[in-house]
């Protein structure tokens, strides 16, 4: 099985394109094509109607809602530290979700992460534990008590350059070590999405896509949807996996 995550449009806004879902039902309807093309679970970024990233509850509630009416594999969202600077105010906003996801991103390296996971965790929320290159995240992780807790490791490249990004991802899965046991989702961003990728592909490890990560097809071309680079996604990762590729 090819386990692929879409991630429908992170912090991306209205400047990046129409096709970046914005609002609740066009990330409902972007989860659902995705999913057709094989995509197995669904990361998105809650919008407030201006476009920015919430984890506010009625934000966040009105989000899932949607997406679970058209999709039933797990949905996750953020809980970056951009979306609510304060920790203390995120952790409030967090405790006060109504409806809960399937599974939320902590990013290790970010201010009150050990607090906010912790919650998650006892909310019954499963906790992908984000491990970004060129950050203390790995370092923290490796200490961190709930380190066997979480759902998954998403390590992150966040080095652009296709040149050095499997370099990078290297050093960063030698970094996280055995990471607690847990479960590694393997993804790069911009121009180390596609190189990453591949490279999960050939390790066998999970991996994402979505327009979070990447707004171009693997020869460049400006990607159209989410569907299209799910289904490039899953192309390029079976052709890495079966050696068809080279």
């Not at 659902?32 to 990233?53: E, M, N, Q, Y």
């Not at 953020?78 to 599974?103: K, Q």
Request: charge should be negative; aromatic fraction near 2%.
């Amino acid at each position: 099985m090819v386990s692929v995550q879409v991630c429908l449009n992170g912090t991306r806004e209205a400047a990046d394109g129409a096709r970046v879902p914005l609002t609740p039902e066009a990330m409902a309807e972007d989860a659902s094509r995705a999913v057709a093309a094989g995509a197995v679970d669904v990361h998105v970024h809650p919008k407030t109607p201006c476009g920015h990233d919430s984890v506010s509850p009625r934000v966040v509630a009105a989000t899932l809602e949607a997406i679970r009416r058209r999709v039933r594999v797990p949905v996750g969202v953020t809980t970056g530290a951009w979306a609510e600077p304060d920790p203390a105010a995120r952790l409030e906003r967090v405790r006060g979700w109504t409806v809960l996801p399937d599974h939320a991103s902590v990013n290790w390296h970010e201010p009150g992460a050990e607090e906010l996971a912790a919650a998650l965790i006892g909310a019954g929320v499963g906790v992908e534990a984000g491990i970004w290159s060129g950050t203390d995240g790995a370092a923290r992780f490796a200490r961190s008590p709930l380190g066997p807790k979480v759902l998954r490791v998403l390590a992150e490249v966040t080095d652009p350059s296709p040149e050095t990004a499997v370099d990078g991802a290297r050093d960063l899965l030698a970094g996280l070590g055995a990471a607690h046991g847990r479960p590694v989702l393997l993804h790069g961003t911009d121009g180390s999405a596609w190189p990453v990728l591949r490279l999960a592909g050939r390790l066998g490890l999970a991996t994402r896509v979505g327009l979070e990560d990447t707004l171009v097809l693997p020869d460049g071309q400006p990607a159209p949807s989410n569907a299209r680079l799910v289904a490039e996604a899953v192309r390029a990762y079976v052709g890495e996996r079966d050696g068809t590729s080279r």
